[in-house]
Structures are given as structure tokens and as C-alpha cells.
């Protein structure tokens, strides 16, 4: 038997009469922690709106994804009806869920509310430690949705993400951190996930994307979700932005790419290719044709050169055109001695991908020193592996000119390298001794900017990215908003993801005629957070990676990294600290879990009033509403009275726990 | 002895039914928990059919908070500060009942009776406990006391019903299942959702519109009553109302809508008002066109409401007092009336009589019984005012409510009929809860005013008294409750705790005071022994001899003198147990029923005899602002004042729903459910850069309070609104940081009476950005 409620948000009103019963009946007390919350939402913009409110307490999920992560079993449900109830004894008391320091934090030491490290490093927040927490019990497709929940990218970002959570992972000060990218990479690849049902648009505004790379395709994914209609033109034959433009097939082979975008599309978001949009009146052009928002997410990628003699000369080429024209299937003529110019990723993509396109002597040449280099350290590793040669620490004078043809690249030795505020190098030379790096190819990889000049609606920074208020993330025009590398700068596919994120939120806004100017609450960063780990703590080793080989992987662009097995990635995602605590709450997809704030905060959810149920009353929350919305009973009894379950809104996190909440919605 | 029959369970839990006693509209039965003289839980009412039960609010589900509050007053305090400075010392009721009859010897003797002010509000509504009743027999037995005239919550209404339906006509509601017989609500500047206008309110308007009635909301806010049951949500300008009313009988009159033979047949002076209407009276014709620019509401939708309604029969246009508490006071309702009139809505099943009041004359609130407190002596018995509906003549020796502070500052020097040299606030926050709270405040600081408050918090008006008692709250009594407006059943408080601290009840304290200064056959036992003299009651004496404890003897003899609880009643002590008893209606009451039907027999007590569409006594008075008709006349503070400029918005203030006024401010389980924000429109909130959660200044004139922002499109561009009973909490710098929405308002009376608490113009700006 399975019991569970009946809401009819037609008849609610908002009241908080349920809320009160239950806080009194259960001893709650004051402070934000309710068993019963009621959601509020305002949509549409004056005087055409449209408002309601929405109860969420717990959903006595039939698989309670909180019971499969709790480290010390304190959740359980009851066979006999199907209440999932909370063991106030064994919650956070053999294993200690949550290291982060109370007196360490003063203050700003909140139990439940605070997140950990890696969780605040990542730009779009990942629920990091219950998706790993969720790999560990083998419920991979639950850690999957946990994750889809947020972003739409997971088999990219499973391979090719910078991983900033990585780099403030507490478990550095044990061993190494946890590998959380490839742990995501791990569940996208091992789910084998039917695609998903196109969503309904309820929203009757329609929004038009310039451009498919991940800003482009995040703020799809979200706008759809929300219930807009969502077209996104992209100039290019292909969709994916640089990641089909500019990463090579090596680190993100292009079917996994596509894994991810054809789950877009499956929800219903159009994408327009090979239709390159006019940055000026085809703008406008869009919202007359009645799109209601148009977001610019073009990208940054004209290629910088150096100025100095010989950049234009015949064999210099530049990291993204080069990049491009390899990846959509274009002839490139290489030479054999390929020299790079620039330290980060791009460089090290042009360094291995001239490589393999059978470069024989390739090198990368760079203002900083090689521990300083902006590239990951697992590409250069990789490229040393592959025979490339890292120049480090020159500054460069001129390219070298041999009858129109590139000889070489002239260098000076450099101790260090400072940005002034306009992008301008300075640099502490070693001496005027000016040496040469042999070369018939030369490759810039020094960086990109928007493809895009000054007009009536687009400005331009002294940057070269385009600008908009930086709060409303809207261009001068109303309606035209902006996301991605094209407004921040280059940055990477996860940044460009949180961008593309906030701009839906706005744009959003927008067509609600709700304000766009919202305050954020402070911040706190990652690196603030401190974490008390226990001195019994075991080392354990980070799974490490397993590679094609060097000499299996420089003449072809198969995958480089093989990913986990499931048995690695299982002791892998064990390693994990679990620094924030509240796994729980983190997974359930209606956030019922609650904590107060006191030391030692035990979770609290709806315990569908069980010293009632066990004597025939129905749950006080129930009988306190006045508005008569709610009603509870079993499922068979609920769904005869009041026809079959629907999905609440707004939940849209497909966990395959089946909600025990009959909702009848409100509408428009 | 009788003993009531305990329901004890295994643990040691005692179920007390009860009801509480708040100025919300509702009485709504409660099962208090009880183990070991402890409240521990509270449920609701449990008949068996959950339809009709009678479902608490958040309210009085939060009451565990409210009794067991650490801010509870639990011990006599005196003044130990500049007032207002909240501080005090501990007492003896000795000590606290000493100093109280020293000051009324003296300042009786002094300056005599009428130098007392004594004012009661809606803070406890029972049968025996009235705090308002027992103080007034005490100062009566003194020789009395000065007070107020007028009810801070229903005088516009009042007035606009009595103009139109004769004297003493307040029960012009229908009840509440009636909407099961109507085709279309008009909820007009109610929000039912919110303020409990009789609990299942809310209850009966979603199952009329489940039935299918079309519901719209006209509102300067989308009210959460309108995010329920709304089909159409108009936006209005606040203080317009009656313009748009106008141009609704504008357009029903060109378009031969209107029900003539009604019209004809039941009122007086109609064509006076059509007169008005088509433009004939002062040449311009009140059309919808006319009436946007005033209102704000599209022409075409006036129209189209227009139509709607007159064509939609039965039709429910419900208006309310909160419009009406205004500077045009009661026009609004006026106006709501003769609509319904034009319509022939009154009297019908599905219709409504409009006024404002919602009231049937069942288990009313007005008809409750009380102890009667004797003969005011302090002034002279003037000319008799029955069938006289005018405000001015009720000022000669009262002063209005919403002046109440100005009088007290200003006294005869200030036009008012006496001088305040004692004052006594009982059952009422009037600091908080009447316009203008830093005048109220300075009143109330006046170093030789002597102040008396008996009270459960130190609430805003306590803090200045020179004196405050603790008093009970009503888990600790036994009383006869009844609901306004709409019930209709009867409650029964039974005492669930013993008296917290030295908390007595206010019955109690008067008693003691009247043995200290004398009073003869003052006490309960004393005075019950006169009563049963009375032949009538007499019978009753061998019922009561069978109990012991006095108050039971009271609610027994009370319920007897209770016409309706008589004659409904049968078994009290039924009653009693089940803390309620409902009054079956055979049929749905449906206001002016009688009257209209069978007109002949049952004329209006009106002196035409007919609905006043045009009220001659009004008209005798010549006053250009208080007309006979229902016209829309702009007042001061509205959007074309001049001080708009400095003061761009309108404040509206609103009942809140996680208090009942100033009563439960303190709960934390309210106040974190539903915060105390401020509304603002977008529109209004860019501009200043105001942003959801900013904390805002709103000031005028008057004073300055501040508050966090909500910045909702649910408000209409150009107002804003704070919910009232917040408590006035002034800072260093004068600036209200509880955000009492009266530190805005004005301290002003309509001419029909009303307090005109909702208009009033404000500005607002950042005050600082981020919560
Ligand atoms: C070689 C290379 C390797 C990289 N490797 C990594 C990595 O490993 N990890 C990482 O995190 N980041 C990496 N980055 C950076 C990352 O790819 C970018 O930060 C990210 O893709 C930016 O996303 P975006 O959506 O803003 O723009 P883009 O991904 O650049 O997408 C913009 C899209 O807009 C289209 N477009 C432009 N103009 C128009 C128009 N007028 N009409 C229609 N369509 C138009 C373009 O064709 C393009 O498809 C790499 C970048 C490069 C160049
Ligand atoms: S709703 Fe959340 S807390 Fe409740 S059972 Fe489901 S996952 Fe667990
Ligand atoms: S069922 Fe009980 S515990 Fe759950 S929300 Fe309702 S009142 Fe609270
Ligand atoms: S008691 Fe009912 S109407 Fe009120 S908030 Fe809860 S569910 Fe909504």
C-alpha cells in the first residue's frame, strides 16, 4: 500500500494554515525550517497575471532517492503504507554527515545551508557530493537526472569541463581529489536512458538563441523547461559551438557530443544550422517576427594575432580557424615543424591535433613557465607523451620570412609576464639576446574575441566582447539579451553553461514583466568554506584514468581517455568526504528534507503525521486547510476520487521515484 | 455538582474545546491539547462532515506561540522611564491597585468625571469577559467617564447601509451558502481570502465558483482571493471607486438595462441619482470614458462589466468596509447599493443587499449579551439621536475614534469637548492601530497624563502607560463567543490553562478596584443575587444553585438572557462540551427578504419607507462632501492632490493575515510564514531601484517607516500597500522600523463618520539595497 496526498492547487490560497498545523502539531520551532512549505510563483506581467502557490512537502517518493543516500541509514520506508520516515537517532550519528567546521565557520556556520567546496567552485553549483554519493550506491541513473536537474551537458562535461571543483576538493589535504568530471562522465556514458518526452509549451512566448554552443544550448534547455518555445540559429553546419568548432574529436568524440544535444532537441528545442543570423537588423528583424527575447550567444571566435613582423605571412595560421577547418572536415596545409604560439588549451589542442594531422616536430611556445601555463596539466602531459616540445617563458619578436614563407619565429627569453588593465603584456627580459624557434607552420593560440563590429544595437568593448548591463544582461535594445564567451570573454564550457543560465533567468523575468534587477545574497566563496577532516581518515588513492596509449592514440583522433569502469568508479566516488552533509536534502527533488539551525541539526521531513495515521486521523495538515486543497488517502483511493497522478510543475527532475502527491494544477 | 465531563486519553491529554475571542470575523472552534495545565497541541473542529466543518485559520493554529510567548505580561508593571521608553519595574497588584485608585480619587475630584477617557476596541469579544464592559460599570459606578463615538473597522459602512436602509439596519449580509444560488460574485475591495469575513468564507466562494458562478475581483491589488476564485482580476485605483460604480449605472441607464420596476417600486429618489449619472444635474455625463481617467480601468471594461452584471441574474456584488475606510467614507457603499437596487438584486436568493457589513442576524456578534454597565452620568443626557444617522451630532460630548490622540493633545483648546487628564485603553492598541501613531505617541508621552492599560503584551500603546496590568487571554477563561458576520453558530471558551504569572482577569481586576474604592454590589456574586430578583430570570435561580463556580453561574444566566441562545439552545450543557452550537437555517438567509417580498407589511425603516438611493436627512445637512446620493467626489491625499508630488503613491493597509491587527505581531511562526512587506509595482520600484527583500523608507508628513519591499505586479503602478497591526517601533531618529502602516496614515474622520485610514499619499525610496 502506498499513501500519499491530494492537491488541488485551484483551491489554495496560500494561507500557511497547513504549514502552522504542522509546525505546531509537530513541535517545530521558529525558524525557516518547515515540513510543509508553500511555494509561491507570479507569472505574466501587469495586470494579465497569473499567480498560484504550490505545497511541497515530502512526496513519500516509492524509491526514496534521500533513503539510497543517507551514510548512516536513517531513512527508511514503512512497508506496510509506504511513509518514509526519518530515524531521528541515527541521523549524522555513526558516520559524521557534514565536516564543515562550526567553530572554525562562527558565524556563517549553518548546517544544511551551507554547500561544499566543490559544489561552490562549480559555476552552475552541481549537487557534486550527491551525485557522487549517488555513483556509490550504483544508482547511476538517479546520479545522472540529479545532474541533468541542473545542466544539460553531462557527457561533455564528464570529459572536457576545466573542473574548478576539482581544484578546492577538501580530499587534496588526504590524497588527491575526488575525480568528480570523469564521475559524471562515467554515468552519462552507463546510462542507457530512453530519450526524453518533448515538454509542453505553456508559455506562450516563443525565444530565438544565436548560436549553439553551450551558453546557447544551456539557456535552451532552461527556457524549454520553463515552458517557452525555444528555435536556436547557428551559422555553422553543425551544432555544439567550439564544442564541435574548436575542441578536437580526441578529448570529446563527436557522438557523445551528440548524446547531449539530441536530448535538447528531444524536449522540443528547434536547432536552426547553417543559418548565420545579421548581428544588426536580423536582430530586430527576430523580435518582430515575434520571437519575445532574443539572446546573442555567438561565441568569441576570431583568433587574435600577434603584432609583430610576419604574422600575415603565408604558413602562419590562427588556433580557432585552424581548429575549425579540421573539425567540420576542411583540407589544412601543415608543414612539418609546426610551432604554437600560446600556453593554454587551444595551444595544446593545435599542438596534438597538428600531430595528428602528421606533423613531425611540433612545439608549443609560451610567456609563462611551464608550471605556469594556463593549460591543464593533464594536456601537457599528454602532448610531452606525444612528442611535443613545450618552449617556455619567451616573448616573440617576429616571424621569420623565407622567400613569403615562414622559417621560423624569433624569441627573446622572459623571467615573467604581467596583464596590464587592457590586455597589454609587459614583460622582465632576460636579455636582448634574441634566439630562433625553426618553424614552417606557425599557429596562434593567443586568444579570442567575438566575431562581431560596433553597430546601431551591438557595442563593442575595448575588449572586443560585446557589452549589456551587467545585471540585466541585456543589450541597449529591449528584448536583446546577451550570454556566453561573447559578453564574459573567452572563458570555458562550463562558465559559458552558468551563463547561459543566468541570462534564461533574466530573460525569463523579462517576459513576465517581472523586474530584472534582483539582489543576489552574498556569496561565499569555496575557498571559505573549512572542512574538519577526521584524523582516522584513510588515504585511498583517485582512480586514475586509463589512456590509449601514446603510440595507439598520435596518428588517429580516437578518444584519448577510456573512462571508468563501474567497479572504479564506485571506489572512486567512495573517496568522497561528504563535506557539506545533507545528502539528502541535496537529492530530493522537493527539497523536503529541513534542518534547523542548532548544533548537531537532525534532518526533519514530513512523516505524513504518522502518530496520527497509526490512530485513523488524517495528517493535521490536511485538516487545517481551510481551502479544503489538500486531502491524503491511499493512491488507489486518491486516484478513484480524483482521476490519475499528474506531475507537479516545476519539478521537472525525472528521478525514477514515482511522486505520491495526486496534483491537480492550476491553469492558465 | 455538575462536572463536565472529561475526556482524558492514556498519555495524560485532556481535549478542551474551545473557540478563540479575536477581532477576525471568526470564533472558530478549537481542541486544546492539555497535559499537565499545559496546551501542548491544537486540532480544529472535528464534526463529522468535514464540508461543513469549521476550519481555524493559521491564526489560531499558531495559539501555543501566542500563549506561551516569553513577551507574554505576566506581572503588574509601572512605569519606570520617559513614557514610551519601554521600561518598567515589577509591582504588587497591591501596589499597581493603590496607585490606580489614588489617581481616579484625585483626578475625579479635581477635574471630575468627564477628565477620564476611557476606550475599549475588538481585542477580546465574549459574553462575561468583555474587558470593555467591565471597566465601564466600574468608571459608571464612579459617575462615569468620557469616550469616543464611531468603530475604527465599519463607520463608512455603517453609514452608507443606515443612509440607505434606515436606522439601525446593519444585517444586510447574505448567508454564506446562498452563492450556491448566484451566477456572479463581485468581490469589490474584499479580499475574503485574507480577512476572515466569517471562517468558511473562503470555503463557500470556491465551491460557489466550483458550482459555477463567475467570480471577479476589483482591487487595487490581485488579492490572494483573487489568485483563488478570480475568472477577471480589475485593478483600481484606490479611493475611486464610486466613480466606477457610476459610470456602471452610466452605462446600464443608456443601455435601458436597469430593473425599473424595482427601482419603482423600492426606492426613493432614484431619479435624482439618474439625474447625477446621465450628467443632467451638473452637465457631465458620468460615462465610462469619464470615469478611466479617475479610475485607471479601462473604459471597456467598465462597460463590459457594466452589461455583465445587469444582465447576469442573480448577481452577488459584495463590497466591504476597508474602501470604505476612507475619506469619502461610506460612499462606496452607497454606491454598491443602489447598483444592486438598479439591478434588483436586494432581497433576492443569489443577490445581495450590499452595504459592506456581510452580517445575518443569526449568532450574530452584535446581538451578543453581556453584563450591562449601568448609566454613564459624567454627561448630561443630550437629545435622543435614534433615526439619526449624522456623525457631527454624536461629537458634542464624544470625540471620534480616529481622533482620539489629538484630543488627548489638544483637548478643549483644540475644539474637542474635554480635557483627558486620565486615560484608561482597554482591549485595544489604538497607538498602533488609529492614524497617525507619532501624534498618538506625543499624546500619549504628555508628562501629566496618567495612563492605565490592562493588557496580555507590551504592546506599542502599553509602552507609554504609567501603569499596565497583566491580563488573562482567553485559554484562560470560560466565555460565550459569536462570530461576525456570518456563521451562524454560538462558541463556548472553556478555560484549558490556569492564569499565567499573576495574570487575572479583567472582571477580576475591576472587582478588586471597586472594593478598594467602595462600590456596593459591584462583585459577580453580589450582582447575580440582583439579577435573579428579576422575575423573568428568577426561574433560572434553582438551576444555578446546582453550581459552585461563579463564572459558570454567569455564562448559565447569560445564555438565558440571550434571546437567540435561548430560544436555540436546549441543552447547555451540550453546548458547553462541544465548545459550539451551529443554528440550522432551514433556508440560506438572504437580506431584506422579508421586505421585499411582502414590501407592503415590511417597509424600510427609513423615513421614505423605501432603499434610500437619495437620502433626505443627508440632504438636510448641506454638506457639498457628503452628498445624498452616492457621487464620486475627490478628497484630499488622492492622486491629483497636489502633495502627489511630494508624496507620488497612495498607501493602502490592508487587514493582515498573519495577525488579527496588532494582535499575534509576536508570533514567530506567523511572521515567518508571511513577512511584514511592503507591495510595490515594478513600475513604481525600478525607478527608485528598489529590488525584492530591499529595505525601503515610505514616508509623508507624518512620519517615516521602514520596511522591506515586495515587489509584486500583483499591485497596481502608483500604490503601495503595508498590511496594518505591525508594531510602531520608532528608533532614534523617528524612523518606525516595526513599520506601522498608521505611522503613515492620517488621524482624519469622512463626514459619514468613517476613520479614513486608506487614503493617504506616500513617497518611497531605497534605503538599503540586499537584505
Ligand atoms: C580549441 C578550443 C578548445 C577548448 N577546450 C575547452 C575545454 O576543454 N574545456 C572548456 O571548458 N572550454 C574549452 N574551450 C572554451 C569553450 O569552448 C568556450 O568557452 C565555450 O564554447 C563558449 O561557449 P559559447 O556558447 O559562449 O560560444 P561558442 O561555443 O563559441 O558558440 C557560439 C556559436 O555561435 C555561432 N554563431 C556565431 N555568430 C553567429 C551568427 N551571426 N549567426 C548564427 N550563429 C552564429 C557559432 O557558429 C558558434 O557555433 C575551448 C575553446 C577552444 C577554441
Ligand atoms: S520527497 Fe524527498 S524526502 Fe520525501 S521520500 Fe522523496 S526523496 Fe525522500
Ligand atoms: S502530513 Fe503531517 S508532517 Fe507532513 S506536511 Fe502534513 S502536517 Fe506536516
Ligand atoms: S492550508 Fe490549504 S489553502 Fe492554505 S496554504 Fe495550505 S494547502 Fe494552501
Redesign the interface.
Known amino acids: 500500500m502506498q499513501v500519499g496526498f491530494y492537491f488541488d492547487q485551484t483551491r489554495c490560497a496560500g494561507c500557511n494554515a497547513c504549514r502552522v498545523a504542522c509546525k505546531d502539531w509537530h513541535d517545530q520551532p521558529s525558524g525557516s525550517a518547515s515540513w510543509m512549505r508553500i511555494n509561491y510563483q507570479e507569472e505574466g506581467p501587469f495586470p494579465n497575471i497569473f499567480a498560484s502557490y504550490l505545497i511541497s512537502n515530502c512526496y513519500h517518493c516509492e524509491e526514496p532517492v534521500c533513503a539510497f543516500v543517507c551514510p548512516n541509514e536513517a531513512i527508511s520506508k514503512r512497508e506496510e503504507d509506504g511513509i518514509v520516515v526519518v530515524d531521528k537517532d541515527k541521523c549524522r550519528e555513526e558516520v559524521p554527515c557534514g565536516l564543515i567546521s562550526k567553530e572554525k565557520m562562527g558565524a556563517s556556520y549553518s548546517y544544511g545551508e551551507l554547500q561544499a567546496p566543490c559544489q561552490i567552485a562549480c559555476p552552475v553549483h552541481l549537487h557534486i557530493p550527491a551525485y557522487t554519493a549517488l555513483i556509490a550506491k550504483g544508482k547511476f541513473k538517479e546520479s545522472l537526472d540529479l545532474i541533468r536537474q541542473r545542466m544539460p551537458l553531462p557527457s561533455v562535461c564528464g570529459r572536457v569541463c576545466l573542473h574548478p571543483c576539482e581544484e578546492v576538493c577538501a580530499r587534496k589535504d588526504v590524497d588527491q581529489a575526488i575525480a568528480i568530471e570523469a564521475l559524471k562522465g562515467f554515468v552519462a556514458d552507463n546510462v542507457s536512458e530512453e530519450p526524453p518526452k518533448r515538454l509542453l509549451q505553456t508559455q506562450s512566448e516563443k525565444v530565438a538563441i544565436i548560436g549553439s554552443g553551450p551558453a546557447g544550448l544551456a539557456a535552451a534547455y532552461d527556457l524549454i523547461r520553463m515552458g517557452y518555445g525555444v528555435t536556436i540559429f547557428e551559422a555553422s553546419s553543425r551544432a555544439g559551438g567550439m564544442l564541435v568548432a574548436g575542441i578536437p574529436e580526441y578529448r570529446l568524440p563527436r557522438d557523445v557530443l551528440n548524446r547531449d544535444i539530441d536530448y535538447i532537441k528531444a524536449l522540443g528545442v528547434e536547432i536552426k544550422t547553417n543559418t548565420l543570423i545579421d548581428l544588426n537588423q536580423g536582430l530586430e528583424d527576430l523580435l518582430k517576427q515575434g520571437y519575445g527575447a532574443v539572446l546573442v550567444a555567438i561565441g568569441a571566435h576570431k583568433g587574435k594575432r600577434l603584432g609583430i613582423p610576419g604574422a600575415d605571412l603565408d604558413g602562419v595560421l590562427v588556433g580557432t580557424s585552424f581548429m575549425r577547418d579540421v573539425n567540420l572536415g576542411k583540407e589544412v596545409k601543415l608543414g612539418n615543424k609546426v610551432l604554437i604560439i600560446g600556453g593554454g588549451n587551444v595551444a595544446m589542442d593545435c599542438a596534438r591535433t597538428a600531430r595528428r594531422l602528421g606533423a613531425t616536430e611540433v612545439g608549443v611556445s609560451c610567456l609563462e613557465c611551464c608550471d605556469d601555463m594556463p593549460a591543464d596539466i593533464l594536456e601537457v602531459d599528454q602532448a610531452r607523451e606525444e612528442g611535443i616540445q613545450i618552449y617556455d617563458s619567451r616573448s616573440f619578436t617576429k616571424i621569420l620570412n623565407n622567400n613569403g614563407k615562414v622559417a621560423g619565429v624569433g624569441c627573446l627569453e622572459i623571467t615573467g609576464c604581467t596583464f596590464d588593465d587592457d590586455g597589454e603584456a609587459h614583460f622582465d627580459v632576460v636579455s636582448d639576446e634574441e634566439h630562433t624557434l625553426e618553424a614552417d607552420t606557425v599557429i596562434f593560440a593567443i586568444g579570442q574575441v567575438p566575431e562581431v563590429s560596433n553597430s546601431s544595437i551591438i557595442k563593442i568593448s575595448k575588449r572586443g566582447t560585446i557589452t549589456a548591463d551587467s545585471e540585466t544582461l541585456m543589450l541597449g535594445t529591449k528584448g536583446l539579451f546577451v550570454a556566453g564567451d561573447c559578453f564574459s570573454g573567452i572563458a570555458s564550457i562550463i562558465d559559458a553553461i552558468a551563463s547561459g543560465q543566468k541570462t534564461a533567468s533574466k530573460i525569463h523575468r523579462y517576459l513576465q514583466g517581472d523586474v530584472l534587477r534582483v539582489r543576489s545574497s552574498p556569496e561565499i566563496a569555496a575557498t571559505e568554506i573549512i572542512i574538519d577532516i577526521p584524523p582516522e581518515t584513510e588515504k585511498k588513492e583517485r582512480q586514475s584514468m586509463p589512456l590509449l596509449s601514446a603510440s595507439e592514440r598520435v596518428s588517429n583522433f580516437k578518444e584519448v581517455t577510456l573512462g571508468f569502469s563501474e567497479e572504479a568508479a564506485i571506489t572512486e566516488a567512495e573517496r568522497c568526504l561528504n563535506c557539506a552533509g545533507h545528502l539528502c536534502k541535496d537529492v530530493c527533488p522537493y527539497s523536503a528534507p529541513q534542518f534547523v539551525e542548532e548544533e548537531k541539526a537532525r534532518m526533519q521531513k514530513c512523516n505524513y503525521c504518522v502518530d496520527r495515521f497509526d490512530i485513523g486521523k488524517q495528517p493535521i495538515c490536511v485538516e487545517a486547510c481551510y481551502a479544503r486543497a489538500l486531502d491524503s488517502g491511499t493512491l488507489e483511493e486518491l486516484k478513484s476520487k480524483y482521476g490519475d497522478i499528474q506531475e507537479s510543475p516545476g519539478f521537472s527532475y525525472s528521478i525514477s521515484a514515482k511522486p505520491a502527491i495526486l496534483f491537480k494544477p492550476k491553469k492558465k | 455538582m455538575v462536572n463536565q465531563e472529561e475526556n482524558i486519553n492514556d498519555e495524560g491529554v485532556k481535549i478542551i474545546r474551545t473557540t478563540s475571542a479575536f477581532d477576525c470575523g471568526g470564533r472558530c472552534p478549537l481542541r486544546f491539547h492539555v497535559k499537565d495545565g499545559k496546551v501542548i497541541?491544537?486540532?480544529?473542529d472535528d464534526s463529522a462532515d468535514?464540508?461543513n466543518q469549521l476550519?481555524?485559520?493559521?491564526r489560531c493554529?499558531?495559539i501555543?506561540?501566542y500563549i506561551y510567548h516569553p513577551e507574554r505580561l505576566r506581572y503588574p508593571l509601572k512605569r519606570a522611564g520617559p513614557k514610551g521608553s519601554g521600561k518598567f519595574e515589577r509591582i504588587t497588584w497591591d501596589e499597581a491597585y493603590d496607585i490606580i485608585v489614588e489617581k481616579l480619587k484625585e483626578t475625579i475630584e479635581k477635574y471630575g468625571n468627564q477628565s477620564i477617557l476611557y476606550i475599549t476596541g475588538g481585542g477580546y469579544f465574549g459574553a462575561l469577559h468583555g474587558a470593555g464592559v467591565a471597566y465601564a460599570r466600574l468608571l459608571n459606578s464612579l459617575g462615569g467617564y468620557s469616550t469616543s463615538y464611531g468603530n475604527i473597522s465599519s463607520q463608512g459602512a455603517i453609514f452608507g447601509t443606515q443612509a440607505s436602509y434606515g436606522f439601525g439596519q446593519i444585517f444586510v449580509g447574505n448567508s454564506r451558502e446562498d452563492w450556491m444560488n448566484t451566477k456572479l460574485i463581485i468581490c469589490w475591495g474584499w479580499d475574503p481570502?485574507r480577512q476572515i469575513s466569517g471562517?468558511?468564507t473562503?470555503?463557500w466562494l470556491?465551491k460557489a465558483k466550483e458550482n459555477g458562478a463567475k467570480v471577479i475581483v476589483i482591487d487595487p491589488r490581485?488579492s490572494?482571493?483573487a489568485?483563488?476564485a478570480a475568472d477577471q482580476?480589475i485593478?483600481i485605483i484606490p479611493g475611486t471607486d464610486t466613480a466606477m460604480m457610476v459610470a456602471m449605472a452610466n452605462v446600464i441607464l443608456r443601455e435601458n438595462l436597469q430593473d425599473q420596476e424595482f427601482l419603482d417600486k423600492y426606492t426613493h429618489g432614484f431619479d435624482k441619482y439618474k439625474a447625477y449619472v446621465l450628467g443632467d444635474e451638473d452637465g457631465i455625463p458620468k460615462t465610462p470614458e469619464w470615469a478611466e481617467k479617475i479610475c485607471g480601468v479601462p473604459s471597456s471594461t467598465i462597460e463590459n462589466l457594466a452589461r455583465e452584471y445587469a444582465n447576469t441574474k442573480p448577481a452577488a456584488l459584495e463590497d466591504c468596509q476597508g474602501p470604505a475606510r476612507s475619506a469619502m467614507g461610506g460612499q462606496y457603499n452607497r454606491g454598491a447599493i443602489t447598483l444592486s437596487a438598479m439591478t434588483g438584486n436586494i432581497g433576492k436568493p443569489g443577490g445581495s443587499a450590499c452595504g459592506g457589513l456581510h452580517g445575518i442576524p443569526y449568532g450574530h456578534m452584535f446581538r451578543g449579551i453581556m453584563i450591562p454597565p449601568g448609566r454613564n452620568t459624567a454627561w448630561p443626557k443630550g437629545k435622543s439621536l435614534r433615526g439619526n444617522i449624522n456623525p457631527r451630532d454624536r461629537l458634542d460630548t464624544r470625540v471620534h475614534v480616529n481622533k482620539i490622540f489629538d484630543a488627548i493633545l489638544n483637548g478643549k483648546s483644540g475644539g474637542y469637548p474635554f480635557d483627558v487628564k486620565f486615560a484608561w485603553f482597554a482591549v485595544c492598541d489604538f497607538v498602533n492601530q488609529i492614524g497617525n501613531a507619532n501624534k498618538s505617541a506625543k499624546a500619549m508621552s504628555r508628562e501629566d497624563l496618567f495612563t492605565v492599560v490592562p493588557e496580555l503584551w507590551l504592546t506599542p500603546t502599553a509602552q507609554y502607560a504609567d501603569i499596565v496590568l497583566p491580563v488573562t487571554g482567553f485559554s484562560a477563561r470560560s466565555d460565550l463567543t459569536r462570530p461576525w458576520p456570518s456563521g451562524p453558530y454560538f462558541g463556548h471558551m472553556n478555560k484549558a490553562i490556569e492564569p499565567m504569572g499573576e495574570c487575572k482577569d479583567d472582571i477580576q481586576i475591576a472587582e478588586e478596584l471597586a472594593e478598594r474604592l467602595g462600590i456596593k454590589n459591584f462583585k459577580r456574586e453580589e450582582l447575580i443575587e440582583q439579577y435573579l430578583k428579576n422575575p423573568q430570570l428568577a426561574p433560572v435561580k434553582g438551576i444555578l444553585d446546582k453550581y459552585d463556580d461563579i463564572n459558570d453561574k454567569w455564562l448559565r444566566l447569560l445564555a438565558v438572557m440571550g434571546q437567540d441562545v435561548r430560544e436555540n439552545i436546549e441543552d447547555y450543557d451540550k453546548y458547553k462540551k462541544e465548545g459550539l452550537h451551529r443554528i440550522e437555517l432551514k433556508e440560506p438567509y438572504v437580506a431584506f427578504k422579508k421586505n421585499i417580498d411582502d414590501f407592503e407589511k415590511n417597509p424600510f425603516p427609513t423615513p421614505s419607507g423605501k432603499i434610500e438611493i437619495y437620502s433626505d436627512q443627508v440632504a438636510s445637512w448641506n454638506n457639498p462632501i457628503c452628498p445624498p446620493i452616492a457621487k464620486y467626489i475627490p478628497t484630499w491625499e488622492n492622486r491629483d492632490d497636489p502633495l502627489a508630488e511630494k508624496y507620488p503613491l497612495q498607501l493602502i493597509s490592508p487587514h493582515p493575515?498573519?495577525r488579527v491587527h496588532s494582535e499575534l505581531y509576536k508570533i514567530?511562526?506567523?511572521m515567518?510564514?508571511?513577512p511584514h512587506r511592503m507591495w510595490i509595482?515594478?513600475?513604481d520600484?525600478?525607478p527608485r531601484?528598489i529590488?525584492?527583500?530591499?529595505m525601503c523608507l515610505v514616508s509623508n508628513d507624518r512620519g517615516t517607516v521602514a520596511i522591506e519591499a515586495f515587489?509584486?505586479?500583483?499591485i497596481?503602478?502608483g500604490v503601495v500597500c503595508i498590511y496594518e497591526g505591525a508594531w510602531y517601533n520608532p528608533d532614534e531618529n523617528g524612523i518606525d522600523r516595526g513599520a506601522c502602516a498608521n505611522t503613515l496614515t492620517k488621524d482624519a474622520m469622512s463626514e459619514g463618520g468613517a476613520a479614513a485610514l486608506k487614503t493617504c499619499l506616500v513617497q518611497v525610496i531605497l534605503e538599503k539595497?540586499?537584505?
Open positions: 497541541r491544537v486540532e480544529g468535514s464540508d476550519r481555524a485559520c493559521l493554529r499558531s501555543r506561540q481570502a471562517t468558511n473562503l470555503w470556491i490581485y490572494d482571493t489568485l483563488v482580476w485593478p493575515r498573519q514567530e511562526w506567523l515567518e510564514a508571511i509595482n515594478p513600475a520600484a525600478e531601484d529590488r525584492n527583500g530591499d515587489v509584486t505586479r500583483r497596481i503602478p539595497g540586499g537584505a
